[in-house]
């Protein structure tokens, strides 16, 4: 096995474990939960596998699933952020995204910002509009999607910074 592959295997299964373990157990307001579960599809090679990437966003989802009792619906947004990535890639880093010289786990860019922001923003809508299933609870949708992007994306960005390898 190379590198690549044992790092994405032990990044699944570490993100999927702090999730499980810590952010599962954090409820802010009643309403607030921090998902950084979703920087496994974040962090995914930008010339990695991509029917690899659908597989491991589907199994990562529905793993989530069976611990959240929540019936299908963390499988269905990592699916659909899964598969929208490259559109996001393309749309946060123009041309760069072209010749795949793309580090995320850099130093944060206001491209990088937007990828994350724009991932996560998209995997919570999706989350939360499948979690009501009613276009009636549109002001709750929002503010779940809202406040939550916003702690994930603050947990998402000190993950980064934590497991960033060190340049020397």
Same mark, same amino acid.
């Given at each position: ?20 373990i810590i952010f599962n157990n954090m409820n802010f307001l009643g309403f607030i939960i921090p998902l950084p579960y979703i920087l496994f599809i974040i962090l995914y090679p930008v010339n990695g596998n991509k029917s690899g990437l659908l ?17 299908? $619906? ?66 709750? $949708? ?27």
């Open positions: 096995m190379n590198s690549t592959l044992l790092v994405n295997i032990s990044r699944f299964i570490l993100l999927l474990a702090i999730q499980i597989i491991a966003s589907f199994l990562l989802g529905l793993i989530m699933d069976l611990f959240s009792n929540s019936g299908g $619906i963390h499988a269905t947004a990592c699916l659909i952020l899964a598969f929208t990535r490259p559109s996001i890639f393309k749309f946060s880093f123009g041309v760069s995204y072209e010749y795949q010289t793309i580090k995320i786990n850099d130093v944060l860019t206001p491209e990088r910002f937007s990828f994350i922001l724009l991932s996560v923003v998209i995997h919570h809508v999706t989350l939360f509009l499948l979690e009501a299933f009613q276009i009636s609870f549109f002001w709750d $949708i929002l503010t779940r999607t809202l406040l939550s992007a916003v702690f994930t994306i603050i947990s998402c960005i000190i993950i980064i910074y934590l497991i960033k390898p060190n340049k020397r």
